[in-house]
């Protein structure tokens, strides 16, 4: 058995729980059982992982790892995030495979199995481990998003996606000055949020809709025109993949992807801790969409996806050592 730890909430969002799945998919697929085992906050996601049939395990503080217990019936674990301690890497007993990702360079003492580390930028990795992966192409892609094809003919459709924050204001302000923009027949928005709701019934904007069904994501996804992204690793990533011109607010030191997919003509990105002003948002808008470079480019090229295949079969491998 393989264990995934992730978490997801409004504060961290999505983007662990959602490639640990691309990958738990595959292995599933492949004979090996898998468990998630962390704090879900997100309603959504909690079902679609029973509906596809994988277990999962809730523990009570998101900074814990596993149950020690639960360990005795794994052969590996994949941890995705950057909240777990040191020590309690080091409780993990050394017959089982560690698989871990970017960025967690306080575990420079612990002997990784698999470092996966998706960041297209150039990086410093202090952690030791025995197979690196690095590049865009190795972050795991969903199925859904790997049979996703654009379509794009006079759709004239904004999505603006920026999940895994309390940045209401945030939301309203780019809703606004898309809003005053006579370019979009529709603005999508996603995740649901019920302030965004309110407001959009408020002000009677009939163009813009709150993405209730967030397994619709990927459909609005492939019609879009062009998207607003916050940058997440996991969300810009499948846009790039699809092709979706993106307009990235960056909220974390999310801005280096949001600058990468911007030097390579896929989009734009606002300066990181800039005044996010109507103008601004709107300059950024019309830019892109008057970029056709931007409008053709997709980054199918560079995120292979039978690189989440190949990941699975080395979990896989590492399980049966």
């Known amino acids: 058995m393989v264990i995934f730890r992730c978490d997801c909430n409004k ?17 599933e697929e492949r004979g090996l059982e898998t468990c998630f085992v962390g704090k879900i906050a997100v309603q959504w996601v ?8 994988i277990k999962y395990k809730e523990i009570e503080r998101s900074e814990s790892l596993v149950d ?12 995705d995030g950057y909240h777990y301690s040191n020590q309690s890497i080091k409780n993990i007993p050394a017959d089982k495979s560690i698989i871990t990702y970017d960025g967690i360079d306080s575990w420079s003492p612990v002997n990784i199995s698999l470092l996966i580390d998706p960041t297209p930028y150039k990086r410093e990795n202090k952690v030791r481990s025995q197979i690196l992966r690095k590049g865009l192409e190795y972050s795991p892609l969903r199925r859904e998003i790997r049979k996703t094809k654009r379509n794009t003919q006079n759709n004239d459709i904004l999505l603006i996606s920026i999940g895994g924050t ?6 309203k302000k780019l809703i606004n000055a898309a809003s005053g923009l006579n370019k979009f027949a529709k603005i999508y928005v996603a995740p649901d949020c019920d302030a965004i709701q309110n407001m959009i019934e408020k002000r009677y904007l009939p163009r813009v809709e709150v993405v209730k069904n967030p397994r619709d994501i990927y459909k609005i996804m492939s019609i879009a025109t062009i998207a607003i992204s916050a940058a997440g690793g996991q969300t810009i990533r499948e846009l790039a993949y699809i092709g979706v011109p993106v307009v990235s607010v960056p909220l974390s030191d999310n801005h280096r992807l949001g600058r990468y997919l911007e030097k390579r003509d896929c989009g734009s990105c606002i300066k990181y801790k800039s005044k996010v002003t109507t103008n601004v ?17 997709l980054c ?8 989440t295949i190949e990941l699975a079969k080395e979990i896989i491998a590492l399980c049966k050592q």
């Open 281 to 297: 948002i709107q300059d950024k808008l019309i830019g892109t969409l008057k970029n056709k470079s931007a409008q053709s480019k």
């Open 300 to 307: 199918r090229d560079v995120m292979t996806p039978n690189r």
């Open 46 to 53: 909690r079902r679609y992982i029973k509906e596809i049939g």
């Open 68 to 79: 020690i217990e639960l360990l005795k019936y794994s052969d590996a674990i994949v941890v």
């Open 166 to 171: 309390k940045k209401v204001e945030l939301k």
């Open 11 to 27: 504060r961290i969002g999505l983007g662990h729980v959602v490639r640990s799945i691309a990958l738990a998919e595959e292995i």
